[in-house]
């Protein structure tokens, strides 16, 4: 199994960034899937998760509005556009099936002037 997030980088405030997950070696098209960032010396927190089929969107509530999660299954690769950046999005990003072991390596997203 393989989880590749790219697309992170330094952006200042107000900026967007588009982040891909690129997939494979499982069955991307039966899971659903989301984004989760984490702060160092912190726990992965849950940004937006997407179901199968690309309905449903769910989001954390201080993304709500500026982030979008989509999915393109017949690429296996999920993403994420990020819009109206603030400094508190800055963390390391990461894709994830919902109930699997599987996690991406990540990719940092800073956030600053």
């Known amino acids: 199994v393989q989880l590749v997030e790219s697309g992170g980088g330094l952006v200042q405030p107000g900026g967007s960034l588009r982040l891909s997950c690129q997939s494979s070696?499982?069955?991307?098209?039966?899971?659903?899937m989301a984004w989760y960032r984490q702060l160092p010396g912190k726990g992965r927190k849950f940004v937006a998760a997407l179901t199968t089929t690309g309905g449903m969107p769910n989001y954390e509530d201080s993304v709500r509005g500026r982030f979008t999660i989509s999915r393109d299954n017949a690429k296996s690769t999920l993403y994420l556009q990020m819009n109206n950046l603030k400094p508190d999005d800055t963390a390391v990003y990461y894709c994830?099936?919902?109930?699997?072991?599987?996690w991406g390596q990540g990719t940092q997203v800073t956030v600053s002037s």
């Open positions: 994830h099936p919902l109930d699997s072991p599987y």
């Open positions: 070696g499982f069955a991307f098209r039966d899971y659903d």
